[in-house]
């Protein structure tokens, strides 16, 4: 895991090494094992520098670099970029390559020789075996920098999923890329000007999309997007292709149930395994769910891993997992820690999470992660395994059931009904008071209406724009294209809504600390295996990830894999905000005078935080968006 850095010019606009050294310098708390990089020079020579050299004024073609964590081979050799024999071939990596090291056997055979025990020098060699198809050999997290000289060419990558983040700005004859967008934004000549599309979208939908798929708050940078590789020619004109995507490899599958359970636990055993790789001490998050339990049970059981775990102890009735987490831990036999979570502690690191974010965090659950991650490191851990992507995998949230309806009354199936009353039964309430079902459900009939994706708690947020402000250019619903079957619904969730935002969360926040989180549960293979098994393999007697749940029998508690309740990662941010944090609150959207009210409507504002403070309706969760943009707009706009 690393940040990484760089530029390349087609013209005589050369950049000065302190450009790269201050890219780089933004990118030391990814990581403060060694900062290095490669520059190309006026006279065409390539150039090894470290930061820690005496700095000299040249004029530079191109640089790239990284600044490193040290996970695989600790050693100075680890330091990027790293290259082959010839000199031809450059990569830096931020990241993990999870397989390197059944693919360094398989390059081997090639004939490829090895001087280092990095994942990183797998990619160079992968690359010269197989050119811009190698990704499609790489089972990991990663965002990939690939200088290649002989053909002329610079390539950026990222994985799959998009685990991994890489922005960059490119204009005729120059790009420039980076880990984070700060390191972008310390480029003299980089604009700060405002995307009025993913703004908008902060202030008027109830889900935390930021404009379109691969742009920022900033007009100017743009990300890779996930299974996305970029090919620059040697006039930096791009190529844009995708090597991966969820539209393919997830033909519907014709094993039956039991069969794609052991494949599935096969799979998952695998996944757990290969993520265990490392040369720093590893720990888990722990909660009291399936998916962080499934992966620590998987690691002691079968791997015979005996981890340190850590947990937060949120003093909410409504999120407190205690008891749950206590049960996994008598279960494995782990070490464990528990982190008290206290309103002080999150006043402590609001007004610091714009620095670490560069854009307005999505959701206030942030603060958790820089909690968990400062914890984390405090103990001496690099890297920590978590849960993420089981619920995108295998229909884990709330709303996923009323696909799953929806599909289940598309083909006239008898288990609608009974569907109906499990799901009852499980959360104890007549399914049309649960606001997420109430506007679909009429007399055991779904009346399907999609504008439901544009409202929360049944509030039309797109009229807190302001009427003299120019509207959204998409809708939620845009991102359906008509096709609101169950398997849609999770392609969405992982490209666009719930998954992006959770892995930026927590890129931004561990690595703030220096620690790498990784996820067992977006492994590639387990992604596709989910997208292509039936909806009711994933759902059945109202009871969510059921597949999952049956495929790690024996890993967990019973009581733990049988208990169909969902609490999750989260914070009494409603309450707080009546409380200990309503005073920052006010001082954010009670006050007509802050930026946030160019755009947002102050009068429609002050309605919504009426209602909320009159406990009529909770508005927490678009305050918090409200207040970040504001943080944000202080500091860029």
Same mark, same amino acid.
């Given at each position: 895991?690393?940040?990484? $850095?760089?530029?390349?010019?087609?013209?005589?606009?050369?950049?000065?090494?302190?450009?790269?050294?201050?890219?780089?310098?933004?990118?030391?708390?990814?990581?403060?094992?060694?900062?290095?990089?490669?520059? &190309?020079?006026?006279?065409?020579?390539?150039?090894?520098?470290?930061?820690?050299?005496?700095?000299?004024?040249?004029?530079?073609?191109?640089?790239?670099?990284?600044?490193?964590?040290?996970?695989?081979?600790? =050693?100075?050799?680890?330091?990027?970029?790293?290259?082959? /024999?010839?000199?031809?071939?450059?990569?830096?990596?931020?990241?993990?390559?999870?397989?390197?090291?059944?693919?360094?056997?398989?390059?081997?055979?090639?004939?490829?020789?090895?001087?280092?025990?990095?994942?990183?020098?797998?990619?160079?060699? $992968?690359? *010269?075996?197989?050119?811009?198809?190698?990704?499609?050999?790489?089972?990991?997290?990663?965002?990939?920098?690939?200088?290649?000289?002989?053909?002329?060419?610079?390539?950026?990558?990222?994985?799959?999923?998009?685990?991994?983040?890489?922005?960059?700005?490119?204009?005729?004859?120059?790009?420039?890329?980076?880990?984070?967008?700060?390191?972008?934004?310390?480029?003299?000549?980089?604009?700060?000007?405002?995307?009025?599309?993913?703004?908008?979208?902060?202030?008027?939908?109830?889900?935390?999309?930021?404009?379109?798929?691969?742009?920022?708050?900033?007009?100017?940078?743009?990300?890779?997007?996930?299974?996305?590789?970029?090919?620059?020619?040697?006039?930096?004109?791009?190529?844009? %292709?995708?090597?991966?995507?969820?539209?393919?490899?997830?033909?519907?599958?014709?094993?039956?149930?039991?069969?794609?359970?052991?494949?599935?636990?096969?799979?998952?055993?695998?996944? &757990?395994?290969?993520? @265990?790789?490392?040369?720093?001490?590893?720990?888990?998050?722990?909660?009291?769910?399936?998916?962080?339990?499934?992966?620590?049970?998987?690691?002691?059981?079968?791997?015979?891993?005996?981890?340190?775990?850590?947990?937060?102890?949120?003093?909410?009735?409504?999120?407190?997992?205690?008891?749950?987490?206590?049960?996994?831990?008598?279960?494995?036999?782990?070490?464990?820690?528990?982190?008290?979570?206290?309103?002080?502690?999150?006043?402590?690191?609001?007004? /610091?999470?714009?620095?670490?974010?560069? %854009?307005?965090?999505?959701?206030?659950?942030?603060?958790?992660?820089?909690?968990? $991650?400062? $914890?984390? *490191?405090? #103990?001496?851990?690099?890297?920590? @395994?978590?849960?993420?992507?089981?619920?995108?995998?295998?229909?884990?949230?709330?709303?996923?059931?009323?696909?799953?309806?929806?599909?289940?009354?598309?083909?006239?199936?008898?288990?609608?009904?009974?569907?109906?009353?499990?799901?009852?039964?499980?959360?104890?309430?007549?399914?049309?008071?649960?606001?997420?079902?109430?506007?679909?459900?009429?007399?055991?009939?779904?009346?399907?209406?999609?504008?439901?994706?544009?409202?929360?708690?049944?509030?039309?947020?797109?009229? =807190?724009?302001?009427?003299?402000?120019?509207?959204?250019?998409?809708?939620?619903?845009?991102?359906?294209?008509?096709?609101?079957?169950?398997?849609?619904?999770?392609?969405?969730?992982?490209?666009?809504?719930?998954?992006?935002?959770? +892995?930026?969360?927590? *890129?931004?926040?561990?690595?703030?600390?220096?620690? #790498?989180?990784?996820?067992?549960?977006?492994?590639?293979?387990?992604?596709? +295996?989910? @997208?292509?098994?039936?909806?009711?393999?994933?759902?059945?007697?109202?009871?969510?990830?059921?597949?999952?749940? #049956?495929?790690?029998?024996?890993?967990?508690?019973?009581?733990?894999?049988?208990?169909?309740?969902?609490?999750?990662?989260?914070?009494?941010?409603?309450?707080?905000?009546?409380?200990?944090?309503?005073?920052?609150?006010?001082?954010?959207?009670?006050?007509?005078?802050?930026?946030?009210?160019?755009?947002?409507?102050?009068?429609?504002?002050?309605?919504?935080?009426?209602?909320?403070?009159?406990?009529?309706?909770?508005?927490?969760?678009?305050?918090?968006?409200?207040?970040?943009?504001?943080?944000? @707009?202080?500091?860029?706009?």
């Amino acid at each position: 895991m690393c940040g990484i $850095a760089g530029f390349l010019t087609a013209s005589k606009a050369f950049f000065d090494e302190s450009t790269i050294r201050g890219m780089l310098k933004c990118l030391t708390p990814r990581g403060p094992d060694g900062t290095s990089w490669m520059a &190309v020079n006026q006279t065409r020579k390539n150039e090894w520098r470290k930061l820690a050299d005496p700095p000299i004024h040249k004029p530079l073609y191109h640089a790239i670099g990284c600044s490193r964590l040290a996970l695989q081979d600790v =050693t100075d050799a680890g330091l990027q970029p790293i290259t082959n /024999s010839k000199k031809d071939i450059w990569v830096v990596l931020n990241g993990e390559i999870f397989n390197f090291i059944e693919l360094r056997k398989e390059l081997e055979g090639y004939g490829f020789i090895f001087t280092t025990n990095t994942d990183t020098e797998c990619i160079v060699h $992968a690359y *010269d075996r197989w050119g811009v198809e190698c990704f499609n050999h790489f089972n990991g997290s990663f965002a990939i920098g690939i200088f290649d000289s002989k053909k002329n060419r610079f390539i950026l990558a990222r994985d799959r999923m998009g685990v991994r983040p890489l922005f960059f700005h490119h204009k005729k004859a120059q790009l420039l890329f980076a880990s984070e967008i700060k390191s972008l934004l310390s480029v003299k000549d980089i604009s700060k000007e405002v995307n009025i599309s993913a703004l908008n979208s902060i202030i008027s939908l109830p889900y935390k999309l930021h404009g379109k798929l691969g742009q920022t708050m900033f007009k100017h940078i743009e990300e890779v997007k996930p299974g996305e590789r970029i090919i620059f020619n040697q006039d930096l004109e791009p190529f844009r %292709e995708f090597y991966w995507s969820m539209n393919q490899n997830v033909d519907g599958i014709k094993m039956a149930f039991d069969d794609v359970v052991e494949h599935l636990r096969e799979l998952f055993i695998n996944a &757990v395994k290969i993520r @265990l790789r490392s040369d720093r001490r590893l720990a888990f998050i722990l909660s009291g769910g399936i998916d962080s339990s499934s992966i620590l049970g998987v690691a002691s059981k079968v791997h015979g891993i005996k981890p340190e775990c850590f947990s937060l102890d949120i003093p909410d009735s409504r999120f407190n997992e205690n008891d749950s987490i206590r049960e996994n831990i008598s279960f494995t036999d782990v070490t464990s820690h528990f982190i008290q979570v206290t309103p002080e502690a999150v006043i402590q690191s609001v007004e /610091s999470i714009i620095d670490i974010y560069d %854009e307005p965090t999505p959701t206030a659950n942030c603060i958790l992660h820089n909690i968990l $991650a400062k $914890a984390i *490191d405090k #103990e001496g851990f690099k890297v920590v @395994l978590n849960g993420v992507g089981g619920d995108e995998a295998f229909f884990g949230y709330h709303d996923h059931f009323l696909y799953f309806l929806k599909y289940l009354e598309g083909i006239s199936s008898p288990e609608f009904e009974s569907e109906i009353n499990a799901w009852v039964d499980i959360q104890g309430r007549p399914i049309t008071t649960y606001e997420s079902f109430s506007e679909f459900l009429i007399n055991g009939t779904i009346n399907f209406n999609p504008d439901f994706l544009a409202r929360s708690r049944n509030t039309d947020y797109s009229k =807190t724009l302001r009427r003299d402000f120019k509207g959204l250019s998409y809708k939620l619903t845009d991102l359906f294209e008509g096709d609101f079957s169950p398997r849609r619904k999770q392609v969405v969730d992982i490209s666009r809504l719930t998954l992006p935002h959770a +892995l930026k969360m927590e *890129d931004r926040f561990y690595m703030a600390h220096a620690v #790498e989180a990784r996820h067992p549960l977006l492994d590639y293979r387990l992604i596709e +295996l989910g @997208l292509s098994i039936p909806p009711e393999y994933k759902m059945k007697k109202g009871i969510s990830k059921y597949i999952l749940r #049956e495929s790690v029998k024996g890993f967990i508690p019973e009581t733990r894999r049988k208990d169909p309740n969902k609490i999750g990662l989260n914070l009494p941010i409603d309450v707080w905000m009546k409380g200990s944090l309503k005073k920052w609150m006010l001082d954010h959207i009670a006050d007509s005078q802050n930026p946030v009210f160019e755009y947002a409507d102050f009068e429609f504002i002050q309605t919504l935080l009426r209602q909320f403070l009159d406990g009529e309706k909770n508005h927490s969760m678009k305050f918090w968006d409200l207040i970040n943009l504001n943080l944000w @707009l202080l500091k860029y706009g």
